[in-house]
Every structure is written in C-alpha cells, then in structure tokens.
C-alpha cells in the first residue's frame, strides 16, 4: 500500500517534531500526535478557555497555555521540564486548597480527572493552607447532584450547556477568589431548570461537581478509568499520529 507523504508543518516539543495543521493549538497538535500534555478544562471540540492553567508550556522562552497557544512552524516548545513540572504542581496545589477535596470519601475518586492529574504530575503533597469554604450542595434535581465544592471552575459545563446543548443553564459569577458557579434559575437551583441527565452538560465534568444519581459505586473503586490506567493514556487523546523522536535527526 502507498502512503502519502506527510507534508504539514511541524513544530518541536521536548524534542520531538510535532505535526499540525494550520489553526490548530500547541495541545491539539500534540494530542492528535499522541502526546499528552496535562490539562483539565480543555477538551477536544470545545473551544479553548485557557483557565486552569495546568497545561503550562515554556515557547519560545516564553510561558503560555497550551490549549489556547496556536501552533506554528518557529516554535520550540518545552513541557517536561522540572521547572514547568514545578509550575504545574503548584496550580494543582492551589486548585486543592481552594475547595474542598476529599479524595478517599469521593464518589468520583479513579475517574477524577483532578486526582489523575495530579498524580501524572507528581502533586502528593499540600503547599498552601487549606481555605475549607462553606458550599452548597444542590440535591434539587431528581437525576443529578450539584456539588460545589469540588468545582474546580473549568467552565467545561458551561460551554456544553451554552455551546453544545444550547440552554445555558451554567455561569460564573465573581472574579478572582470570589469566583463561583451559578445557575441560571429564579431559585438558582438546578432542580428549577431545564437541565437533563441527556445533556453533554452533564457528562463532562473532570471532577465530582455534576454527580449523576445512582452510579457513585456501580463500578468499584480500584476499577475505575485512572486506576486502570494513567491519564496520559485514557485522557481526551485523538488517535496517534507518527511523531518524529528526535527533532536534531529530522531533515530540513
């Protein structure tokens, strides 16, 4: 069988050339070629939000987020660094304190995309005092719990229930530390809007804030997505891609 030659720019991450098409983002260049680059408020289709920031990478000499930073052929991109590893512990740091995660009491503990990546990423200790903040837990829908202190504002039910189930039922509201998640009802409870168990906005949530009822234990703990696997290799990754290993061997 003939193959057609692959003729797209490329540019270098860690070394390694990654192809990409013109329009796409650093991430999606690298997930497309199988390489995983830490993140949780990006998701393939979604259009970039660039607000967790996890998903650090030094280009250029410069530090930007990769899922909002678009690809281009001059970029020399830097991801597994220890200095950027260090960056992105202390956003997953940061992100712990500031809510209340109690990850062995968790109903969503091993399909936690939070948990997984801060095990990726070598976060297993605390830095900064917890905040331990007072949130509501809205159990006003028959079909999902809304809690709110596991929200980590990645906005990802915002956008499927603004963009893709066309309701928005979901905003934030505050800035800064005083930032939080809303719904959009007179009562301001899920339970007094048109949300559904069928909405994307409801399968998206990398965390335990959109709980489904009836299906926290259904699959044991130790069985899960991220105790079978890492999250470099279960995560939101398009099929591999031939990525080049060593850019210094490529030709021009």
């Known amino acids: 069988m003939t193959h057609l030659a692959d003729d797209r720019p490329r540019f270098v991450l860690d070394g390694r050339r990654i192809p990409f098409t013109p329009g796409q983002t650093i991430m999606d260049a ?9 993140h949780l408020c990006h998701k393939p289709g979604f259009a970039p939000h660039g607000s967790c920031r996890v998903c650090v990478v030094r280009a250029n000499g410069r530090e930007l987020s990769a899922c909002t930073a678009p ?3 001059d970029l020399e991109v830097e991801s597994e660094t220890d200095d950027i ?3 992105r512990v202390a956003v997953l740091q940061m992100l712990f304190a500031e809510g209340n995660h109690v990850c062995p009491a968790c109903e969503a503990s091993g399909d936690c995309a939070l948990q997984a990546v801060a095990y990726h990423c070598g976060m297993l200790t605390p830095r ?3 905040r331990f ?3 509501a837990v809205d159990a006003s829908h028959p079909d999902v719990i809304l809690d709110h202190n596991r929200c980590i504002l990645c ?3 915002v956008r499927a229930s603004r963009d893709h189930d066309r309701k928005a039922v979901f905003a934030v509201s505050g800035r800064g530390i005083a930032s939080r998640l809303i719904v959009d009802a007179p009562s301001g409870t899920l339970g007094d809007t048109d949300f ?4 994307l906005a409801a399968h998206v949530c990398p965390v335990g804030a959109i709980l489904p009822r009836g299906q926290a234990f259904r699959v044991p703990i130790g069985k899960r997505r991220y105790d079978r696997a890492p999250i470099s290799a279960v995560g939101d990754v398009a099929a591999p891609q031939a990525v080049e290993p060593e850019a210094q061997e490529v030709e021009p």
């Open 85 to 87: 590893r260090a960056l």
């Open 155 to 157: 906005e990802l039910c």
């Open 71 to 73: 690809a281009t052929a």
């Open 128 to 130: 900064f005092p917890q």
């Open 133 to 135: 903040p007072r949130r």
């Open 196 to 199: 559904s168990i069928d909405d």
């Open 30 to 38: 690298a997930l497309a070629a199988g390489v995983y680059i830490p």
